[in-house]
DNA sequence: TTTAAAGTATGACAAATATCATATTTTTAT
DNA sequence: ATAAAAATATGATATTTGTCATACTTTAAA
């Protein structure tokens, strides 16, 4: 069993406000988990009774639309906390989650956390920080989806894409997402998304090998993306 | 100066969890304020320095978008507080907020909630819960604007309407929303929504009488909402 | 009250997007 | 290594939705 205390990732979410002790206590009752790509965290539905800090891998919160698809709600990445808010609302969780990479994560049952939250008021002020934070990407999200057409989303997602999970080597997005779940997060037929793709990379503002994507003038896709 | 006490509304929000002394202090430090149809409480990009608890009126929430139009993001009903979220993220509004009827509120510093929110437990947790419940509220309605047609939009909309803000005697639709605005909730342009109800006028599934919308066959149309 | 302005309604048309079909490429499993 | 399956790509076409024009109706202001 690892330390909490000496894992990197956890600076970057509410963990970080913890004391020492209190680290000690929450590397005593956790478990670790690998997930393989394309496999869930958890489902939509499902009770989790508690949250899984991610140490490594991205995945996506996915929700079943009436249509039968699945829409892609957002991202998580390395050092985020999955299940707060189901947790907080004592609800099943709202979405799923599904790794888009292999992943390493930690799950801290319910009953851990809410000690922490309750006797450490930095710790609980920074959950209701990002809780409130991701309030506000939703409605901004809402805005984007019912506002803009579907080859602005698509330009935004992009750049999205490239300023919170970076670029390889190559100069190619490094969150690799098949067509589908690109046409999923920005809500759309999987070949609308392919087509716009394609004019996109004709008009050379994007450049496409295989599942690679690279963004050639982030300019100009800004602009399209209004 | 009335009481916060004997405020029937108080009920209905997370100021329920107060106690009588932390209700008298309320009291004593809130403004009350008339605000006419029409008229905003708090626009978007303004710091808000406190909450706002809605005595009477509903007021929507609205978000300009790169288009210049005025997306609806949700409704507000009395009893309920406004600018909670941005007061915790300690950032200006992210919304502004529009009185659709004659209002009354009341206005809360944000000193005097934050140390109700610090000091009573009850309190806070129910104002988290409250986020919480708004959060999955954003992110099922992202996933409706991004899978659903505008008709099912509209439809699930109409329903929305009459299962949360009820009906006048006559069966019509208490709120009353301009057809632009109504077409700024389920995000389309306002001939697209004109021409819809039109079309489920027609079908009977809904009576026009200039701005009163009446449903007909609610069966019918929660199965067009899919 | 009359006039202007705003809101509602509808047609004609254009643009955006979805759907279906099918070909090609890539990945996966045997 | 090879066959099968899945993913990607693209054309043809239908449907949905937006835009512009215009008429009519209601509301608000002078």
Known sequence: MSKCEQCIVRQFSSIKALTKDELLRMAECKTSYTI?????????????????CIKDGVCKMTKLSANGKDQIVKLVKPG??????????????????????????CFVPKSE??????????????????????????DDHMVSMAQKSVKERLAETLIY???????????????????????????????????????LNKSELISLDGKKISILDKAKLKRISA
């Open 36 to 52: 393989k790509k394309g496999e869930p965290i958890f489902e939509e539905g499902e009770s989790t009774n508690g949250v899984y």
């Open 80 to 105: 985020e906390l999955l299940g707060q808010r189901s947790m907080i609302s004592e609800e099943p969780a709202n979405l799923s989650a599904v790794a888009l990479e292999d992943m390493e994560v």
């Open 161 to 199: 894409l490239e300023d919170n999970f970076g670029k390889n080597d190559d100069g190619s997005l490094r969150i690799q997402l098949s067509r589908e779940e690109l046409a999923g997060m920005i809500g759309t037929a999987t070949e609308s998304c392919i087509r716009l793709l394609s004019e």
């Open 113 to 138: 956390i809410m000690q922490f939250f309750n006797q450490n008021n930095q710790f609980s002020m920074h959950l209701m920080k990002t809780i409130c934070g991701d309030l506000k990407e939703a």
